[in-house]
């Protein structure tokens, strides 16, 4: 199992930026699958972005060509860069982690784009 702590969520304009960080309590290399996801108010979890250890990536139609998501092994954290964020974007932000068909979650971190 693994423990997931984000960070740097926060109050931006739209068409800003924001980049969150995943800290996992151990080695993350043999991860197959890590990703985010975000909760709107009154909506179901989504998944946003996700990435294997191999490298491929896999993104919401709705997130392309403006969200990155990223893996650092030596740190054992994965990041998500969003850029030109909209209002739509607004969410609690999860950090994902799946291990033999087990989820394993962060608490989760508030973004709040305003217009």
């Known amino acids: 199992q693994v423990q997931l702590v984000e960070s740097g969520g926060g109050l931006v304009q739209a068409g800003g930026s924001l980049r969150l960080s995943c800290l996992a309590s151990?080695?993350?290399?043999?991860?197959?699958?890590m990703g985010w996801y975000r909760q709107a108010p009154g909506m179901q979890r989504e998944l946003v972005a996700v990435?294997?250890?191999?490298?491929?990536?896999n993104y919401a139609d709705s997130v392309k060509g403006r969200f990155t998501i990223s893996r650092d092994n030596t740190e054992n954290t994965v990041y998500l860069q969003m850029s030109s964020l909209k209002p739509e974007d607004t969410a609690v932000y999860y950090c994902?982690?799946?291990?033999?068909?087990?989820?394993?979650w962060g608490q989760g971190t508030q973004v709040t784009v305003s217009s």
């Open positions: 151990r080695s993350i290399s043999s991860i197959h699958v």
């Open positions: 990435r294997t250890a191999g490298g491929s990536t």
């Open positions: 994902n982690a799946k291990i033999y068909n087990s989820n394993y």
